[in-house]
Every structure is written in structure tokens, then in C-alpha cells.
């Protein structure tokens, strides 16, 4: 172990790991989407949390904590049960997914500073818009380079300062606004509480929920840095589950009931909730929406900021088996692999040139670059549910410091919930938007399946090609 590695090792503490991961996955940004579906987003909520985020949570506070297994994340967990090659693609999907996801998180970061400074061009001229999420990005992406207490910093600001603190006063101007009696844009009652599913469109909404709730899995490259992992890291996934499920619940129904569906933007939904609140109490609070507003962006750069290195560090994993070329093993004296962070920030400013020029704000482009990394994320997915079978029908004399409760057929009947309901979810993905009509969603539909396809073969031709050089060197 080198001078850097050592230093890292249990540096981070409950709270920070637990931040960390938060941010990764719970967002204030996503309450209007949720607020689309009225009082059936608390069954949404419920259902999406119970079949499939509290079994991604389980499953992978398990498989992290086998012992060895620690390292590479999600590579390490399903290339130890279903091979190397299915362990490579699993982290190829993780990482694909989120050099897309960076400019959608970006693009709400850039609405908040437009609204802040009074900037519509911000978010209206592609060109400038462009050039602010370069500059976010990238400066996000170099102050990641100072390694995990960076990134330990940056998330603990980004969950108190951007979801917990905005989350409460959100809370409480909601109820005080409810005590006054004010009217409500929700209908809330027991006969609105289950979806008609006899409606496509209802079934892919559901998709939304789950997208929700993905990436706890993905701070799992950091457990050799947490203290007391055994104890620390199935604590932090339970009490992110309890934590994500409520306040999404609580903050969508605010943004409901606040804000008339007709008027409600899925970009800028939540600063309207906030002006709508803030000025229906202080009519001249323009400036406490925009502190709020800066508080928002702060949430999301800490989400950003805990995407940058996570995902690449377990591909330094793929990288070191000699799967990547040897150039992406490079590491600075903080252990991040500087070389494919730069990768990843080279094929993020393509995406953000293609989605900024070329995308537009509601197209079949745009959508369609969406669509494919919910569904090339679900495969992924798919993997870390396999592999979760594998490992406990398979290799039950592996130590690990966390089980599942419940023995094995408790543990059979979680992992078939998260592999089932991703399947569902994976399948219905490939629903056309509601938005989409006719020759448009015929487009989408051909777009996304040719994409989907080449996109899936992609790991496996990479890891062929570099399988037969290992065996070339393994033979010279």
C-alpha cells in the first residue's frame, strides 16, 4: 500500500460516506416530476422504494462488504460471480449512463444561475449554454482531483446546504400555507391513491420513480476509505432508503399541491414552488428565492461533484485487470485515475455539444439520449441482480461482514423483486413518451432500439479485443 492509499484508508466518516451517497442519489430537482402524478406519486414512491431501491440497497451492502470485494464496486461484484467479462460491462453501463446524466444535472444548475441573475440567455442561447456547462463541469471535474476529502467536502455541503436545508423550508412554508387554509392543487384521498394501470401511459411513468433511485450503489467503490464498514455501510444504505422515500413523498405532494399542473415545469418546478411560497407570505422575497435558488445548485454540484471519481474508480479497476489500456491506470499522489476522469470529461463535452446543438430542449434526439441511459443503466442492473444470485446460491462460504436478513429465502425473494422489477421497468422504458406522437415516436422508437443494441455490444467488444492481447502477452 503506498503513502496515498494509506492516508486515504477509513478516512471517511459515517456522516461523510452517508453524504456522499445521498447525493448521488436524491435530488430536490426531481419533486415536480414526481408532482405529475398527484397523490398516486406516494404510491409510486412507496412501491419503487419497497421493490427496488430497498433491494439495490441490501444486495449491495452485502456484496461490498465480501471480503476482497471492497475495491472496484460493481466490477468487482458481478466479475467475482458472473465472470470478468459480465463484471466489466456492469461498470461500462454505470459509467456510460452518467456522462449523459452530468449535462441534464448541469442544465438545472445553469436554470437556477439564470433565474439568479436574471440570465434567460443562459438557458435559451445554445452557445452559451454550452460554454456554461463546460465551465461547471470541468471545474467541478479538477476540484475532484485533490481526491476523496474533496469530494467528502463538497457532498456534505451539497446534502445539508442543497437537500436538507431546502427540503425543510420547503416543509414548512408548505404547512404553514396548508394551516391558512389556502387552497390545494392535489386531490389527496384513498381513491387517489392507486394509478388506473390499464394505461400504458401509467405504467411508464412509473419509470420515473425508479430513475429515482438509482446509483446507491455507485459510492460502493469508496467502502475501503469508510470507517467501520461493516457497521457503517449497511447503515447508510437503510437510512438512505427511510431518508429518500420520505422526503421525495413529502416534497413531491408540496410541489402538487403548490404549484397547477397546467403551469408546472419539470426543469424549474421546484424555484417556482419556492417563489410561489415565498412570496405568498413576503410578496417583495424575490431575494430569498434566490438564495434558495444558489442552495439548489449547491445540492446538484455535490451530486456532480460525488459522480466525478466514483464511477472511475472502478473502472481503474477494469483499467488495472488490463481490460482499458494500461494509460488509464495512471493515478495522481491522491489515488484518482486523473486519465480516465479526463476521459470521462472528453466524451461529457461531446454529449453536452450533441444535446446542447443538437438536442434542443423537448426533440427526438434529446429524449432519445435519455431513454438510452435509463435503459443501458437497467442492464447494468440487471447484471448486479444476477450476480446477487450467484453469490448467494453459489458461494455461500464467502465471508462477508453484512447479510441480508432473513436467510436465504428472504434474501431469494428481495433479489427476485429488484431483478423482476427492473425487468418490468426496462421493458416499459421503451414506451414512447406521451409527448412523442406518430412519425416522431417512430423515430425514438428506431433510435433508441439501433442505439440500445450497439451501445450493449460495446463492453463486450472491448473486452474481447483486449482478451486476445492478454492471452498474445500471457503465451509470449
Request: charged share 10%; net charge positive; hydrophobic share 55%.
Amino acid at each position: 500500500m503506498n503513502d496515498a492509499q494509506a492516508s486515504q484508508k477509513h478516512s471517511l466518516t459515517l456522516f461523510a460516506f452517508f453524504a456522499m451517497t445521498a447525493s448521488m442519489v436524491m435530488t430536490v430537482y426531481e419533486y415536480p416530476t414526481f408532482a405529475t402524478s398527484g397523490f398516486h406519486l406516494v404510491f409510486f414512491l412507496l412501491l419503487g422504494g419497497i421493490l427496488w431501491f430497498l433491494p439495490v440497497a441490501l444486495c449491495a451492502a452485502e456484496m461490498a462488504t465480501v471480503d476482497g470485494w471492497q475495491e472496484g464496486g460493481i466490477f468487482d461484484w458481478v466479475g467475482n460471480t458472473l465472470g470478468e467479462k459480465f463484471g466489466f460491462a456492469a461498470i461500462f453501463f454505470q459509467w456510460f449512463q452518467i456522462t449523459v446524466g452530468f449535462v441534464t444535472m448541469i442544465y438545472f444548475i445553469l436554470g437556477c444561475i439564470s433565474y439568479i441573475f436574471n440570465w434567460d440567455a443562459l438557458n435559451n442561447v445554445p452557445l452559451i449554454k454550452f460554454i456554461g456547462v463546460l465551465v461547471i463541469f470541468w471545474a467541478l471535474t479538477f476540484s475532484q482531483l485533490g481526491g476523496t476529502k474533496n469530494t467528502a467536502k463538497i457532498a456534505k455541503a451539497g446534502f445539508i446546504f442543497g437537500i436538507l436545508i431546502p427540503a425543510i423550508i420547503l416543509f414548512g412554508l408548505s404547512i404553514t400555507y396548508l394551516l391558512q387554509g389556502n387552497p390545494v392543487n392535489v386531490k389527496i384521498g384513498a381513491q387517489y391513491f392507486i394509478p388506473d394501470f390499464s394505461k400504458v401511459n401509467t405504467l411508464v411513468v412509473f419509470v420515473s420513480f425508479i430513475l429515482a433511485y438509482m446509483g446507491v450503489e455507485a459510492s460502493a467503490s469508496h467502502v475501503n476509505e469508510l470507517q467501520d464498514a461493516k457497521k457503517n455501510y449497511p447503515l447508510a444504505m437503510i437510512t438512505l432508503v427511510i431518508l429518500a422515500i420520505l422526503l421525495n413523498t413529502i416534497g413531491g405532494l408540496t410541489v402538487a399541491a403548490v404549484v397547477p399542473q397546467s403551469q408546472l415545469s419539470l426543469s424549474s418546478g421546484v424555484v417556482e414552488t419556492f417563489e410561489a411560497l415565498v412570496l405568498h407570505f413576503m410578496p417583495h422575497g424575490t431575494w430569498i428565492v434566490k438564495i434558495i435558488a444558489i442552495l439548489l445548485a449547491l445540492g446538484v454540484m455535490g451530486e456532480v461533484s460525488a459522480w466525478v471519481v466514483g464511477p472511475s474508480k472502478s473502472m481503474y479497476a477494469a483499467a488495472q485487470q488490463g481490460i482499458l489500456p494500461k494509460q488509464l491506470t495512471k493515478t495522481n499522489e491522491h489515488n484518482v485515475p486523473i486519465n480516465l476522469v479526463f476521459v470521462q470529461g472528453v466524451v461529457v463535452t461531446i454529449w453536452a455539444a450533441v444535446l446542447t446543438f443538437g438536442g434542443g430542449g423537448n426533440n427526438v434526439s434529446f429524449l432519445t439520449a435519455i431513454s438510452l441511459t435509463v435503459v443501458i443503466y437497467l442492464v447494468g442492473y440487471l447484471l448486479f441482480f444476477i450476480g446477487y444470485f450467484a453469490l448467494i446460491l453459489k458461494k455461500t462460504d464467502l465471508k462477508r461482514a453484512y447479510h441480508v436478513p432473513g436467510g436465504k429465502p428472504f434474501k431469494l425473494v428481495i433479489a427476485a423483486c429488484g431483478l423482476l422489477t427492473s425487468i418490468f421497468a426496462l421493458v416499459i422504458s421503451f414506451v414512447p413518451p406521451a409527448q412523442l406522437t406518430g412519425k416522431s415516436a417512430h423515430e425514438y422508437l428506431t433510435i433508441l432500439i439501433i442505439s440500445f443494441i450497439i451501445t450493449v455490444l460495446i463492453p463486450f467488444v472491448i473486452y474481447q479485443f483486449t482478451s486476445k492481447k492478454r492471452d498474445v502477452k500471457t503465451i509470449n
